[in-house]
């Protein structure tokens, strides 16, 4: 079999057995790998209403047909998945670098991990040897720290190593998983699912060998595309990096400030993309086969928070940044440093300081709840110190661990007005008052609040539809956007390339072909990625979720932008979304309440699933 | 007979290597037909996100790794000082290794004999690693090149200002 290693390995914590199995290859097809694959393994391995924290919610790991092979981007990614402790909901994390790689050379498409380890351990997973190991020493320990502790004493600097930090041990809800300590499988809090399980790492060493079905013209395709990632489609990346949106975004006034209670900040030079890279900038680097690199590396030389070293992308700075009034990228920076050590998603952080900012001018917390905090916004020292309480889980960052949904329902006091989510997940940086085509989209994501879902804020942000209002007919476009979305990161490969395939389903489904062998036509590609949306939809149904939890935050739909600008007064009403809701339902061939039909299981091959939705539709 | 500041070794300039990988992936398919780094002559070394480096043989002078290997397994090349390696004489020991300051030799993971880079004897445009660089940060030069560079580099940061009001209109 090209293109996959064909093996699954299934570490049990519990017994501490381990067992190999060979992957199905008609799941192999129909799912492709990563989060399909992963989503897939992860729905016939579960219990409907499984608690996120219970032994018997298994961790799925996994890679993509690509992965180990120099595809530029694609050989390096890696899909974390599981029931997520905020959305109840199916989780799904990607990240890159070269953990993924080095689990393909192991021999292995996808890792399962089951139960509940007696005590912290961490697996070592080297080629076909599993080894379940004491992790004593390393809890506690920041993700970097725990892979250098690992590499030093297994005595091989190649090791990758994925781990949580000491957030992920105390589960805290927005912990991720952090591999080669900088990047971070970051949303959905699959990382204290991994502490919920005493798992803190996992290390894989692998020497086997990666080939492809047809290699000559494989490696053509990838000369074409690192020129392609030379291009314009790419140029952004390579240069300022995706902070580039935070002047795009405030031109618009669609750069949610001060948690939703503006929509554009005055103080936007100071925290820019232009700013960053000027003063702040070290060096740009790449994932394993990338031609592309990205990863802007920066590091604060002067004032408080000199030495403050961290990757800064438009998503975290905005959420530490203008979410919180605050106009220091030093101190952001520092946020971003802080969030890598205690391993914790930087995006939903910033948004729940953000939150408690909020809360605290509001007088729904005071002086005293936040431990001496003076939480206004704009008070940097505040950001810096509220992070390092959630990801310590102490003081009032025991409550704000929970996350702004569950961290609302503790404080009470009309604090859930204040608590900007999605199914439990933290907003991201586009206002979707003013953005409606995103908004529809954020509201249908499978895991909750999330632009990389579906990336419908471009039509927006692009000025394809008109932003300020929803018409009837959009939601077909969410719909493709979201099927080549969930085939990319089923393939896992870069979001960021995204623009470099051309003729996307084409271009991927000649990817794939090259790569397996399996001669693969684009709508069949096409037919994939909606099926891996279906499969995602089905799960959680079968979860309990529906149309109900299709909603918007609770600003979002009544409280208009109040800036003067090219925003000023949007809103998205009850009926707007109603009316998103019905077109995307109708355009996905769903029920009115949200659930996939039989008939529509039926036509993408997944005949299995019926009854899952079968007994939702009778009971409705 | 080639002179020995006229041998053409694979050099990366530090601040253009990303650490991406793609040497390692090249070198390994084009010798083993394989996408895999353990079999690659040219590693990657990445100290933290700011330090990445790709290393691969220097053709020094005096190399010694042929002086260090027991076995007279390893010869250098009088043609471009490459390092050749004897397969049926070279038993693993590692002797080589031991001696190489830069970990640009190394064990196959199979064969169990030592490997080194060859400077793609094999193919007319020469290295591999350096044809797909995407950030052109590999370069096959002689050593002399290299200290030009670096003397025009150095002569830059001195002074940085001053060509950029001689650069300006």
Same mark, same amino acid.
């Given at each position: ?39 897939? #393994? ?53 990240? $890159? ?197 990205? /990863? ?16 800064? /992308? ?47 001018? !509001? ?57 900007? $989510? ?28 999330? $632009? ?15 932003? #300020? ?63 891996? !949306?279906? #499969? ?85 | ?55 691969? @043989?220097?053709? @020094?002078?005096?190399?010694? @790794? ?104």
């Amino acid at each position: 079999m090209y293109g996959y290693a064909g093996r699954v390995l299934h570490v049990d914590l519990t017994t501490g057995k381990t067992r190999i199995e060979p992957l199905n290859e008609d799941y192999a097809k129909k799912y492709i790998g990563g989060i399909g694959l992963g989503m897939r #393994l992860w729905l016939d391995h579960s219990k409907a209403g499984v608690d996120p924290f219970s032994p018997e919610n298994p961790l799925v790991l996994t890679t993509g047909p690509t992965s180990g092979t120099v595809w530029p981007t694609g050989g390096n990614g890696h899909a974390f998945v599981s029931k997520s402790p905020q959305s109840y909901g199916i989780a799904e994390a990607k990240s $890159h670098g070269s953990f993924g790689t080095e689990l393909k050379r192991a021999g292995y498409d996808a890792v399962i991990f089951h139960g509940k380890a007696e005590r912290p351990v961490y697996v070592w997973i080297d080629d076909d040897s599993i080894q379940i190991l004491d992790a004593a020493h390393l809890w506690g320990k920041s993700p970097a720290e725990t892979e250098d502790i690992i590499k030093e004493e297994l005595g091989d600097y190649y090791i990758r190593v994925a781990a949580i930090g000491p957030a992920g041990e105390k589960l805290v809800r927005i912990a991720c998983i952090i591999n080669e300590k900088s990047r971070a499988a970051g949303r959905c809090g699959l990382g204290a699912v991994m502490g919920s399980k005493n798992l803190k790492a996992i290390a894989i060493r692998g020497t086997k060998d990666v080939t492809v079905a047809k290699p000559d013209e494989f490696l053509e395709f990838v000369k074409e595309f690192h020129e392609r990632m030379k291009g314009p489609a790419t140029k952004k990346y390579r240069t300022l990096g995706t902070p580039e949106n935070v002047l795009v975004h405030n031109a618009l006034h669609c750069m949610p400030t001060r948690n939703y209670n503006n929509a554009h900040f005055e103080a936007a030079e100071k925290v820019s993309g232009e700013y960053l890279n000027d003063r702040y900038v070290a060096k740009i680097i790449g994932c394993s086969s990338c031609a592309m690199r990205c /990863e802007h590396v920066c590091v604060v030389n002067e004032g408080p928070y000199k030495g403050a070293m961290a990757r800064v /992308e438009y998503e975290p700075l905005w959420a530490m940044g203008p979410y919180c009034g605050v106009d220091r990228l030093d101190a952001i920076i520092k946020g971003s440093e802080l969030c890598n050590y205690y391993g914790i998603d930087s995006i939903s952080a910033g948004v729940i300081v953000g939150f408690a900012m909020d809360c605290f001018e !509001n007088g729904i917390l005071t002086i005293k709840d936040t431990d001496g905090i003076e939480a206004s916004f704009g008070n940097h020292e505040a950001l810096v110190k509220l992070i390092e309480k959630i990801g310590k889980r102490e003081g009032i960052g025991d409550i704000l661990a929970e996350g702004v949904k569950f961290a609302a329902e503790k404080i009470g006091k009309g604090a859930e007005k204040l608590a900007q $989510h999605i199914k439990g997940v933290e907003v991201t940086g586009y206002d979707l008052r003013c953005l409606k085509t995103a908004a529809l989209g954020f509201a249908v994501s499978f895991r909750g609040a999330d $632009h990389n879902r579906h990336g419908s804020y471009a039509f927006d942000v692009k000025g394809k539809f008109n932003r #300020l209002k929803y018409e009837k007919g959009r939601a077909k476009a969410v719909k493709d956007i979201e099927d080549v979305y969930t085939v990319i990161d089923s393939m896992i490969i870069c979001k960021f390339s995204r623009g470099t395939y051309y003729k996307e389903f084409e271009d991927l489904a000649k990817l794939y072909t090259l790569v397996t062998g399996w001669e693969t036509t684009p709508e069949e590609m096409r037919l994939k990625g909606e099926r891996i !949306n279906n #499969l995602a939809r089905v799960i959680n149904v079968r979860e309990g979720l529906g149309r109900k939890d299709d909603t918007l935050p609770w600003k979002v739909m009544n409280v208009p932008i109040p800036d003067e600008g090219p925003s000023k007064g949007a809103y998205v009403t009850q009926e707007e979304l109603e009316l998103m809701l019905d077109d995307y339902y109708e355009a996905r061939g769903w029920t009115r309440d949200g659930v996939p039909t039989p008939e529509k299981l039926k036509a993408l091959g997944m005949d299995d699933l019926i009854p899952i939705v079968e007994a939702k539709i009778q009971k409705a | 007979m080639v002179k020995i500041h006229e041998r053409k070794f694979v050099s990366v300039d530090p601040d253009k290597c990303v650490g991406c990988q793609v040497c390692e992936y090249i070198c390994a398919w084009n010798k083993e037909k394989a996408f895999n780094p353990l079999k690659s002559r040219i590693r990657v070394v990445r100290l933290n996100p700011l330090v990445n480096v790709s290393i691969t @043989c220097r053709l @020094c002078e005096d190399p010694p @790794c042929v002086a260090a290997c027991p076995r007279d397994a390893l010869t250098q090349s009088e043609e471009n000082g490459t390092i050749l390696v004897d397969e049926d004489k070279c038993n693993g020991c590692g002797w080589c290794i031991e001696a190489c300051d830069y970990g640009a030799i190394m064990l196959h993971p199979e064969k169990k004999v030592v490997f080194v880079c060859d400077l793609c004897k094999d193919k007319p445009d020469g290295p591999q690693c350096v044809k797909w660089c995407p950030e052109e940060a590999l370069d096959l030069v002689t050593a002399d090149v290299l200290a030009q560079k670096a003397r025009i580099t150095a002569t830059k940061k001195l002074f940085q200002e001053a060509l950029k009001t001689s650069t300006t209109p």
